[in-house]
């Protein structure tokens, strides 16, 4: 089938711990197969997957093909299960928020209130924190005393060595945000602040943007870092 990226993974988690049980990320193969015709399951994949056409039929369109951040949900009978499509691994992600947003506000599971295709109308959509990172504390010349010191940001170069260590729970905080953003469709990051201060220099810690990179990632977000321009050459090498 299609391939499974990062934000796939996550989509089926949030699913499985949403819905406590009956979600499956499927493979091709017959045994996965069977286990979506349970009824009361979720059935999740991509527009390439064998078990998508299946369920769709042969003569019909994926309805999101070549769309890799839409999704399709649509109810299937006999038995009744939900079928959750997306145009790629963020598209499936989108989709299971909007299945988790309809089971959290209790709408009724009929096609009526659940069939729908959706697709971003904006390809870019991105938030530019101005975030000063922990470590980097200073309060520049424009911002109101009462605003001094906004260097309480969540992003935090010691938490990302430390998740590069193994420490499960340290980016929990930028874990929580990127959910949170990637849930009403967010796919872009800036995380810095923008007006540019040495002490943020992303280029002393690579490892820890690779970190922040994986991260994010799985919640199909891209990550952006704006350079200082006097180390333009130095970046574009790093």
């Known amino acids: 089938g299609s391939a499974v990226g990062p934000a796939h993974v996550t989509a089926v988690s949030e699913l499985v711990s949403g819905f406590g049980v009956g979600a499956f990320d499927v493979t091709a193969s017959d045994d996965a197969l069977a286990k979506v015709l349970v009824t009361g399951s ?4 991509s527009c390439g997957d064998e078990h998508i056409r299946q369920l769709l039929g042969v003569e019909t369109a994926c309805p999101v093909a070549g ?4 999704f399709s949900l649509k109810l299937l009978t006999s038995p009744k299960r939900v079928l959750l499509i997306g145009g790629g691994p963020s598209g499936v992600l989108y989709g299971a928020f909007a299945l988790l947003r309809h089971l959290r506000l209790a709408r009724v599971w009929t096609a009526a209130a659940l ?3 959706e697709r971003p109308s904006t390809s870019i959509r991105m938030l ?4 000063q990172w922990r470590g980097a504390s200073h309060a520049d010349l424009w911002t109101p005393p009462r605003m001094a010191g906004r260097a309480d940001s969540m992003f935090d170069w010691a938490a990302l060595r430390l998740a590069a260590a193994g420490h499960a729970n340290a ?3 930028i874990t929580d945000w990127c959910r949170l953003i990637a849930s009403v469709g967010i796919n872009a990051l800036a995380p810095q602040d923008v007006n540019y201060d040495e002490r943020d220099n992303f280029l002393e810690h690579l490892p820890e943007l690779r970190v922040m990179g994986d991260l994010v990632r799985r919640f199909g977000i891209k990550l952006y870092w704006t350079p200082n321009y006097q180390l333009a050459p130095i970046a574009a090498d790093a």
């Open 67 to 70: 769309e890799p951040e839409a």
């Open 115 to 117: 069939d729908r295709t």
């Open 171 to 173: 980016t929990k905080r």
């Open 128 to 131: 530019n924190h101005w975030s």
């Open 42 to 45: 979720v059935v999740v994949g």
